[in-house]
T-cell receptor, first 111, second 113 residues
Framework: SQQGEEDPQALSIQEGENATMNCSYK?????LQWYRQNSGRGLVHLIL?????REKHSGRLRVTLDTSKKSSSLLITASRAADTASYFC???????????FGSGTRLLVRP | EAQVTQNPRYLITVTGKKLTVTCSQN?????MSWYRQDPGLGLRQIYY???????DKGDVPEGYKVSRKEKRNFPLILESPSPNQTSLYFC????????????FGSGTQLSVL
């Protein structure tokens, strides 16, 4: 499968802790994006990292990309209850504009 | 406000009864797409459109039709719905150039009995 494999499938942490979720893939990519989905609502774009980038930051989010290992991680620092959601990685292959989504990580942040 | 508007939010229908899910965006995006989301399977692309009158199949197009007569609208048509099309559907449009950000609608939960 070309889609990203996300790990873990589910994660439960205490408010204030950091949350790390990972995405691995098999083919070469042009970019990798992370999206958040709140309980069955539409996905919201969080961050995009290109294949020639290794790390990007956006507020409390930090994304890394290791193209040699074909993996990416999303770190949410100082988590809040409002961060409770599902998080998806989406891959854009070199040969296509199509985005292929992983099956997601469900994050629960306990107050 | 920039947004993608989908309607209806919930729809219950019976097998074989034609239905249309509407999608409209106000951002003048050329690219629009439909996805379905099923538990454990992530989002799978049904159809996409690169511009007006240009549509193409995604990964799971069987049983669906689309049209793109105007840039802002991209309706999804189920001519003869079946129970295996029970799913959560999302429309999305994409910002142009290097941004490539997808903007999603709020979703349509479809149940086919």
């Amino acid at each position: 499968s070309q889609q990203g494999e996300e790990d873990p499938q589910a994660l439960s942490i205490q408010e204030g802790e950091n949350a790390t979720m990972n995405c691995s893939y098999k083919t070469s990519i042009n970019n990798l994006q992370w999206y958040r989905q709140n309980s069955g609502r539409g996905l919201v774009h969080l961050i995009l990292i290109r294949s020639n980038e290794r790390e990007k930051h956006s507020g409390r989010l930090r994304v890394t990309l290791d193209t040699s290992k074909k993996s990416s991680s999303l770190l949410i620092t100082a988590s809040r209850a409002a961060d409770t959601a599902s998080y998806f990685c989406a891959l854009r292959m070199d040969s296509s504009y199509k985005l292929i989504f992983g099956s997601g990580t469900r994050l629960l942040v306990r107050p | 406000e920039a947004q993608v508007t989908q309607n209806p939010r919930y729809l219950i229908t019976v097998t074989g009864k034609k239905l249309t899910v509407t999608c409209s965006q106000n951002m003048n995006h050329e690219y629009m797409s439909w996805y379905r989301q099923d538990p454990g399977l992530g989002l799978r692309q049904i159809y996409y459109s690169m511009n007006v009158e240009v549509t193409d199949k995604g990964d799971v197009p069987e049983g669906y039709k689309v049209s793109r007569k105007e840039k802002r609208n991209f309706p999804l048509i189920l001519e003869s719905p079946s129970p295996n099309q029970t799913s959560l559907y999302f429309c999305a449009s994409r910002s142009p150039g290097g941004d490539e950000k997808l903007f999603f609608g709020s979703g349509t939960q479809l149940s086919v009995l």
